[in-house]
């Protein structure tokens, strides 16, 4: 990799978008019993904006899962805290719908699309006629109306992931995390869900944080990438990604500033992987 171009950096957040999403120093070790300590993240601090979509990168291991899981409410952090909509995280909060990557695990076999999609819905307690509604929305958003009474299993993998998305978005969440949610679909398909994922980002207006380990996917679907160090974790670069706002597959992957942000963010975690972490001056 040659000298990566210089990348704009991301504006410093709090000037006019409110905030939904606030990290707060927030740090991360594990200490299961009969298994080594573990300080997967060391602190990190960043704020996501309402209606903006960031995603996450860095080297395998770096602690993409421990964060997004920390965020969802899901695991305790050590330090510091996560506050969604001015609200400190203590347990999985309303206003968060999770995306993970095993749509299998996700999507009870044994009920249908509906039902699945419904299910977070009746929880909530949200009356039949309500739901209902929300259910008939969030098909036609994924463009799933057709599949509604088939079973999970009856659809292909690309199918269950957009069942996956209109169960989130039918529960209206304030912020929308996704984890590495296209990891297990063919190239084609991925491709048509990061399309679906900007056209619901625009369309409804809701904050989404994805993490994925893939920088081309990064880059095309985000608004920011935030690239993360090597474990114990840090932040690398909060990079923003000055493509139009309008993008297409063919026209945003050949434009040069993609590639600049691309080669960019590339070298940024092979220096990650090689040691360099901007919590220090010495590297490995
Ligand atoms: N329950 C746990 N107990 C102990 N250590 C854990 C636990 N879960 C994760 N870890 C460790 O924390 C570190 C970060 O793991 P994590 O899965 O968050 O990384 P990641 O960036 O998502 O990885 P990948 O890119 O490979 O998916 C790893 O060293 C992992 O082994």
Redesign the pocket.
């Known amino acids: 990799m040659t000298e990566e171009p210089a990348a704009s950096v991301a504006p410093e957040p709090g000037s006019g978008t409110p905030v939904a999403l606030d990290l707060q120093g927030v740090k991360k070790t ?1 200490d ?1 019993p009969g ?1 080594p300590h ?1 300080e ?1 993240i060391r602190q990190l601090d960043f704020q996501v904006g309402r209606g903006e979509l960031v995603c996450v990168v ?1 080297p ?8 997004l899981r920390s965020i969802a409410g899901l695991l305790d952090v050590t330090e510091g805290a996560v506050v969604l909509d001015g609200q400190v995280v203590t347990g999985p909060p309303a206003g968060m719908a999770v995306v993970f990557q095993e749509y299998g695990r996700s999507l009870f076999p044994w009920m249908t699309v509906r039902q699945n999609i419904e299910l977070p819905l009746k929880e909530q307690g949200i009356p039949k006629a309500v739901r209902r509604e929300k259910v008939d929305k969030a098909l036609a958003e994924v463009s799933l109306t057709e599949a509604a009474e088939q079973h999970p299993w009856q659809l292909s993998g690309g199918m269950q992931q957009r069942v996956a998305i209109a169960r989130a978005i039918a529960y209206e969440p304030s912020v929308l995390l996704m984890d590495e949610p296209f990891a297990a679909v063919d190239a084609q398909t991925r491709a048509e869900l990061e399309d679906l994922v900007r056209a619901l980002w625009k369309r409804l207006g809701v904050t989404v944080l994805f993490v994925t ?1 893939d920088i081309d996917e990064a880059v095309y679907l985000g608004e920011r990438v935030i690239v993360l160090s090597n ?1 114990p974790t840090v932040l690398m670069e909060d990079v923003n990604v000055d493509l139009p706002r309008d993008r297409d597959q063919l026209t945003t992957r050949s434009d040069p500033r993609f590639g600049e942000l691309r080669g960019h963010i590339y070298a940024l975690i092979q220096k990650a992987k090689a040691g360099h972490r901007p919590d220090s001056e010495t590297e490995a």
């Open positions: 594990y299961t298994r573990v997967a860095g395998s291991g770096a602690g993409k899962t421990t964060l380990h474990r």
